[in-house]
């Protein structure tokens, strides 16, 4: 049987992966690339075209090849010749980036390496001793020798609160469906539920769309995603302590950090410097940490670490501080209890932070901020769920993702390591917690390459 991998989404993790092994692949192989509509090399991240919605890394830091660090900012100056280092340039603009590479590395494969584009969903992967055989979603099936799961983010999660209009076309659960926004009246009343950085792109993309009725958010803690710094170049960075490295506890590790950057900032560092310093050490972090103090973490910190490590573009900080200032835009901190449907609008309970009674709210459409959603308990996604259902896959405890080696092969239930099938996808966050942005993928996305080419191509 010829040597076939199968690619199982084309957002950045499965369009990294193609180009990879494309680039370097010599012997005879079939890549085949797997995504259930639209453009390649886009995904939900970079299929937008709107100006407002901009990368959320310097353009200096976004090449898709570790080796190559300014492969994306030569990209970007061909087209914006004034580009820098420092800039936050359009997502569209990234997505143009993906789709050319991945058209230069198609043309410029060996001659005895065949590329396939498929325009399918894959509904389930039987894996066998010698194969795996997906099944596709028009009943037709393929088979490969080794399959990479690269699917990307999904759909937000439903609040539990919010069930009661779950099932009402007021209630928007995923602001990313094309389209999905622009159908709203210009005046309508509307809660975003949730204040990170997808309600700001909602915001904004509300307010390009001409929406005059002012906006209401809320969240537990009211917490807005910090701003980067505008910066010309990469900012040296602190040295992280080697005790803080040794930390095993949130509490001493919190400690460790608070007193990081207290002299970081002595020495003339700011605050973020001593987030990107720490980003290569979290994963090593995380893996030290015992699942009570993983679920702490998650509990009580996780949202401040978030709105500091996911930081907005300086541009989007500045439009939504206006939009602040302006009362176009209010942040509530508060907890919803109760949704319900009438004919007239949306009915919620909230309890805003300091009252000792919950209003109602009433409000013409409520749309879900909340952000990707990586719980596999909480997805509707027919692949996944099948391979969970039959104990192929494993859920880690904490519901970020799936369970997965080193080497990136799944992990089955009875913790047995899969030869054929892998795992290139921001699920990773189960392993690593830091997999979710560009600078992590894309060496998880050259590493897998190498590893996969290793086993299909032996020397």
Known sequence: ?????????????????????????????????????????????????????LLNVPAGRMSLFPDLPNDFLLYAQSRLPEARTGDFLPRSLYGDYLEHRLAEAIAGKSPAVFFEHVEAQVIDSIVTHDKVILELQDGRSLEATQAVIATGNFAPAIPAPLAGIAADSRFIRDPWLPGVLERINRNARILLVGTGLTMLDVALSLQDHGHQHPLLAVS????????????????????????????????????????????????????????????????????RLACSERRRFLRHLQPYWEVHRHRAAPNIAKRIEAMLLHNLLTVKAGRLSVAKVSDEALLLNVKMRGKQQPCQLEVDYVINCTGPCSDLSKLDEPLLNRLHARGEVQRDAEGLGLEATEDYRLLAQDQAAHKRLFLLSPMLRARYWEATAVPELRQHAARLAELLLRQVQPS
């Open 220 to 287: 537990r803690r009211a917490l807005l995603p910090q701003p980067h710094r505008t910066n010309l170049e990469s900012p040296t960075l602190p040295l992280v302590p080697e005790s803080l490295l040794d930390r095993t506890t949130m509490r001493h590790l919190l400690s460790d950090i608070r007193a990081f950057v207290d002299a970081a900032q002595r020495d003339g560092y700011d605050w973020r410097d001593v987030v990107a310093a720490l980003r290569p050490a979290t994963p090593s972090l995380w893996q």
């Open 1 to 53: 049987m010829q040597q076939h991998i199968s690619i199982i989404g084309s957002g950045f993790c499965g369009t990294a992966l193609t180009i990879q092994l494309l680039r370097h692949a010599k012997g005879p192989l079939h890549v085949q690339l797997i995504n259930r509509s639209g453009r390649l090399a886009r995904g939900l991240a970079y299929g937008t075209r709107s100006s407002s919605h």
